[in-house]
Structures are given as C-alpha cells and as structure tokens.
C-alpha cells in the first residue's frame, strides 16, 4: 500500500470530474450492455430480463437490480424506451436506493473524543483512509488524534506514523505484537486531556482468524467502555471497490464479528465494480460514510447520492 505524496488535485479537477472518472469503466459497462434495447412506451418481459441482467454484470448485484426492474416495469416512457431514457430511469431509481445511506460521518460526541474504530482486512486501502479522514476532518477545524491499533503489522505502524508526521496529527503507539486495548486506553487519555475531537483508531484486519479478531475488538470495546460509555461511536469498515461481490461477503462477516456502524468505500478509480456500492446499499442499508476516487489526500469526499447515479447509469 504506496504512501504517496502526489499534491491535492487541483481547481481545474473537480471532484465531480473525478468522479466521472473513477466510475467510467462501470458506466461504460453498464452503456454496452444496455445497447440496443428499444420500445415504444412499455418495455417486455424479455427486454426486462436483458436489463436485469445487465445490471447484475455492472456488479449492482441481484437485489438492486431486481428492485431497479421491477421500477422499470412500472414505467411508462411516453417518448419512447430509448437507451437513453432507460438510462435516465436507471439513474433515478439508484439514487432512490443511495440516498437513505449517504452519511457523512459526523463529529458530534460529547465529552470528546468521539472514537472511530477503522476496519477492513489488509490491502483494503484501511490506513490510508484513516489518513484521508483525518485530513478531512482537519479541513472541518476538527482536533483529530490517531492510534496505531494494529499491532500484528509493523508496517501497519509504520505507515500510519508517517501520515500522523505528514499531517501534523498526533499518533499513539506500541511496539509491534502489543496490546492494541492498552494502545487504544492510552489513546483515548491523552485525547481526553488535549481535547481533541476525534480519535481515529486503526485495528488489525486477519480475517483468516474470525475468533482471534472478534476477542481483540471486544476487549478494545471493553477497555473503551470503561473511560467512556459511549465509545465507540463509530465502527467504519473500509471496502476495496475493486473487490466487487467479495466486498459483500465482508460486509456480512465484519457486521458480525463488529458491529460494523458504516462504511468507506475506496479505489474507485477506474475499475469496472463500482456498481458494488449500489449492492451494498440495497443489500445492507448501512451507513455510507464517504468514497474514495483516487491516491490523492483529497480524493476520500462524503459522496452525492443524486450525482453518482447518474455517473453509474451514464447520464451524468
């Protein structure tokens, strides 16, 4: 996972336009399949079939695009069922299903710090969101503190001290095999006392051992609970987009194993998969929190439900 050190993007990039261009291939992909299909004011039950499938190839998984179907059943195209107005009734009803979930995730605990717990396995894009939220929240005149929790990886440590240097974050850690719950006790003291508003807690993501990482994130809830009741106040599960279904089956074991409160979708960036955060809506409703375009600092935004369902449906 590369620390980089590219500048922000700058005022001639909007994020719009980075947007666009982190969902084009799944805007591309969804385009092709959809090719070709037209009718008068009514779509048949073959045509139908060709958009739900369709839709289930973009990676919008079975239940949206059964939902998205059904949608189109009932639509009546008084101009005619262009592949453009189709695309046009796409988009209207994937914005239907992100915007019960676009959340931004929100500072507003009391006694700070409200405590972030950061998860996702390893390659998930984890630590670098965590610097990506940090940053964001800096740009919000919030106090944001990191604690390097995942122990079993020194580059882990590593890796989060650099960005803690890089954005002039505090940052408390141990050595490497440590007690991440003592990390975390240590973390949310000093927050207490410097005021800070928000700590950013990363953890271990060994997903190959489920028992192993439920017990290291019940004794950091443990440990957690006795400064502070209400802590954690958020549980962010960090998604690689490029996972596409895969994406899902963590969704579901890490709300398990968790008690996951949202997610961080990241590497939208030009892959074919992006439909994934369509399917996780409708599968999960969870919170989704933000979504990352690119390696830039500021390339993670709380995401426009209304724009990124006209950039997937290609009517943008």
Known sequence: MSTETSPPSGPATSWSDRLFGGLRKTSERLGENLAGIVSKTRLDDNQLDDIEDALILSDLGPRAAARIRARLADERFERGADEQAIKEAVAKEIAA????????????????????????????????????????????????????????????????????????????????????????????????????????????????????????????????GRLN???PHDVVLVLDATNGQNALQQIEIFREVAGVTGLVMTKLDGTARGGVLVAAAEQFGLPIHAIGVGEKMDDLRPFDPDLVARVIAGVA
């Open 97 to 224: 299903i992100l915007r019960p979930v676009a959340k931004p995730l929100e500072i507003t605990a009391f006694p700070r710090p409200q405590v972030i717990l950061v998860i996702g396995v390893n390659g998930s894009g984890k630590t670098t969101t965590i610097a990506k939220l940090g940053h964001l929240f800096q740009e919000q005149d919030y106090a944001v503190m990191f604690a390097a929790g995942d122990t079993f990886r020194a580059a882990a440590i590593g890796q989060l001290g650099v960005w803690a240097d890089r954005l002039g974050v505090p940052i408390v850690k141990g050595p490497e095999g440590g007690d991440p719950a003592s990390i975390v006790f240590d973390a949310v003291k000093q927050a207490t006392e410097r005021g800070t508003d928000a700590l950013i807690v990363d953890t271990a993501g060994r997903l190959h051992n489920r028992r192993e990482l439920m017990d290291e994130l019940a004794k950091i809830r443990r440990v957690l």
């Open 229 to 231: 009741p209400e802590a």
